[in-house]
């Protein structure tokens, strides 16, 4: 999989990168997953894979903090692969799924399956944290933390 990021990435515009072979971003590109701020918990498998890709304290900063990762940031730190100008992103992209596409399908497919492992921990993890945000998503402290970035959101 290959993705293009230009502008503000949250939540799952974030953490689907992660699971991307390629990405590629614009300077202007910001990764936010402000999950516990909301009163939620990461998702779709980013609590097994932001630390194997960014490290514990990374992830932590990513995930736990809900800090921004600018592009060149999230470059340094593996969650993308390369910066790229912004009028250079759609041929970028589209120029590597080509290269990508051209190549012996089942031998990239054996080489992909090398490099990520067993599925099945990863496969596990999203259904956790499924259960988890499912039940965050009722909780009183995530009411009051979306009711509160609501408010915040009125008032700017």
Known sequence: MVSGVDGIAVGIGTTLNLHCDLTFATPRTLFRTPFVDLGLVPEAGSSLLA??????????ALLGLGEGFSAERAKAAGLIYEVVAEEALED?????????AA??????KIARDLMRGPREELIARIEVESEHF???????EARAALTAFMSRKKTS
């Open 51 to 60: 630390p194997q890709i960014l490290g514990h304290q990374g992830a932590f």
């Open 92 to 100: 970028t992209v589209l120029a590597a799924a080509n290269e990508i």
């Open 103 to 108: 190549k012996p399908p089942q031998a990239l």
């Open 134 to 140: 499912r039940e965050r998503l009722k909780s009183d």
